[in-house]
């Protein structure tokens, strides 16, 4: 029986092996790029409260015969997976609470991220929010038992090349827990990506119509 195999075929193969050994290595290229654009990580200064308060500014008033506006803990939680985790405890009756003044750049995007766990009591007045600058973040006003320690994820937009991170606090008894603060650059591809993306799909779009 005859064959169905062209005498030419060997050539097709080798054809279309290299056209995808070329887009393989155009796109890899542009993944790379990707990579390199990501920006580094967490912008907030001691945001797991290792190094004490450094780098955080504190304002409002302490409760009365209290350990002072906020001091460090431990709890369980760790989202690294440890045995424990620092963590700022806020006790104000009043308003009061902590911010950080972050290098940014206006109109990028970025993830706030962090953990907070309240136990409320009887009768317990309390609320809390977080700014992202000008933006509110998150908002509660007397909310209910947050326990164990919960985390959030939000991406926000910063609005200049300063933003002022602000967490606000206030409870009439029992503390507030924040824990894990971090503030990370959403990534972008850079215009070189985008272009050798493109590239990649035009040298397919053109070997095709050959």
Same mark, same amino acid.
């Given at each position: 029986?005859?064959?169905?195999?062209?005498?030419?075929?060997?050539?097709?193969?080798?054809?279309?092996?290299?056209?995808?050994? #070329?887009?393989?290595?155009?796109?890899?290229?542009?993944?790379?790029?990707?990579?390199?654009?990501?920006?580094?990580?967490?912008?907030?200064? #001691?945001?797991?409260?290792?190094?004490?308060?450094?780098?955080?500014?504190?304002? =409002?008033?302490?409760?009365?015969?209290?350990? =002072?506006?906020?001091?460090?803990?431990?709890?369980?939680?760790?989202?690294?997976?440890?045995?424990?985790?620092?963590?700022?405890?806020?006790?104000?009756?009043?308003?009061?609470?902590?911010?950080?003044?972050?290098?940014?750049?206006?109109?990028?995007?970025?993830?706030?991220?962090?953990?907070?766990?309240?136990?409320?009591?009887?009768?317990?007045? #309390?609320?809390?929010?977080?700014?992202?600058?000008?933006?509110?973040?998150?908002?509660?006003?007397?909310?209910?038992?947050?326990?164990?320690?919960?985390?959030?994820?939000?991406?926000?937009?910063?609005?200049?090349?300063?933003?002022?991170?602000?967490?606000?606090?206030?409870?009439?008894?029992?503390?507030?827990?924040?824990?894990?603060?971090?503030?990370?650059?959403?990534?972008?591809?850079?215009?070189?990506?985008?272009?050798?993306?493109?590239?990649?799909?035009?040298?397919?779009?053109?070997?095709?119509?050959?």
């Amino acid at each position: 029986m005859p064959s169905r195999h062209s005498a030419n075929e060997p050539c097709h193969y080798k054809e279309i092996m290299n056209l995808l050994t #070329n887009r393989f290595t155009i796109l890899t290229g542009a993944l790379s790029a990707v990579v390199a654009s990501t920006a580094s990580g967490n912008i907030v200064t #001691n945001g797991g409260f290792t190094n004490g308060f450094n780098g955080w500014t504190m304002w =409002g008033t302490a409760a009365p015969g209290g350990g =002072g506006l906020a001091y460090l803990g431990s709890i369980g939680g760790d989202p690294m997976g440890g045995g424990g985790l620092t963590v700022a405890q806020f006790d104000c009756p009043g308003p009061g609470g902590m911010y950080q003044d972050l290098s940014t750049v206006a109109g990028e995007e970025y993830t706030v991220s962090f953990g907070l766990r309240k136990v409320t009591g009887s009768g317990n007045t #309390n609320s809390f929010s977080l700014d992202f600058g000008s933006q509110t973040v998150m908002s509660l006003v007397n909310s209910p038992t947050i326990n164990p320690i919960a985390y959030y994820s939000f991406d926000m937009t910063a609005t200049g090349s300063t933003t002022r991170l602000q967490f606000n606090f206030q409870s009439t008894t029992f503390t507030w827990t924040v824990a894990a603060i971090s503030v990370t650059p959403v990534p972008v591809p850079a215009p070189g990506a985008i272009a050798l993306i493109g590239l990649a799909g035009l040298a397919g779009g053109r070997r095709r119509r050959a």
